[in-house]
């Protein structure tokens, strides 16, 4: 089967959103120490996850014409990152914080390959930023929703596109980014590579 490009990712929300626009894909997986390195801002640690899995991944192809995509998503809460809970009660602790706040989240997306009629490998980034406020959440809520939805898998204890989506009252951004996967950020750099989301047989 042909497909445009290789997915560092298992995340299945990263994947509906590359079929939304249309982009077939294979997965290649790409384990790496995602620790954050000691003074570390918030931007610069996810888009160098998103390099890192990309990179990682482009290491073990052989097919180096199709161009890699690697993502990483985090929250940022008043200047802290909010990562994946280690259990259901920092998952709770999470989202308390988060109830009646404004918190940013941040998509970095990182494309690596030589691209349509090219020779050089090269690599292109661009990083997402939304804001989304919370309403309040009641106590209650909080133990409901970790009951219903798995959550240690996301940034932030929520996924803006399950249950959670009736906790959101504002998005100043992108709704896809929020996701894990910005369609706009990613369509651009794909174009980089020759990939036009509405010029292909």
């Excluded at 920092?90 to 494309?111: D, I, P, Y």
């Excluded at 939304?130 to 240690?152: F, S």
Aim: one cysteine or more; charged letters at 25%.
């Amino acid at each position: 089967m042909s497909y445009d490009i290789f997915l560092a990712s298992s995340s299945p929300r990263r994947a509906e959103l590359l079929q939304q626009i249309g982009i077939s894909f294979q997965r290649c997986s790409a384990d790496i120490d995602e620790a954050q390195l000691p003074g570390e801002l918030a931007q610069d640690y996810v888009c160098r996850l998103a390099t890192e899995k990309a990179r990682a991944a482009h290491q073990r192809i052989d097919d180096k014409c199709r161009p890699v995509l690697g993502a990483d998503t985090i929250v940022v809460l008043e200047g802290t990152m909010l990562g994946k809970p280690k259990d259901n009660e920092q998952a709770g602790q999470m989202l308390a914080r988060l109830s009646n706040n404004w918190h940013e989240v941040l998509t970095a997306v990182t494309v690596i390959g030589e691209g349509v009629g090219s020779t050089e490998t090269r690599l292109e980034q661009l990083c997402s930023l939304t804001r989304v406020h919370m309403r309040e959440l009641t106590n209650d809520e909080i133990i409901a929703y970790g009951r219903h939805e798995v959550v240690l898998d996301k940034a932030g204890a929520y996924a803006v596109q399950g249950i959670a989506a009736s906790f959101i009252d504002r998005i100043e951004g992108s709704y896809s980014g929020v996701m894990g996967l910005p369609l706009y950020e990613t369509s651009e750099l794909l174009k980089r590579f020759g990939i036009n989301v509405l010029r292909r047989n």
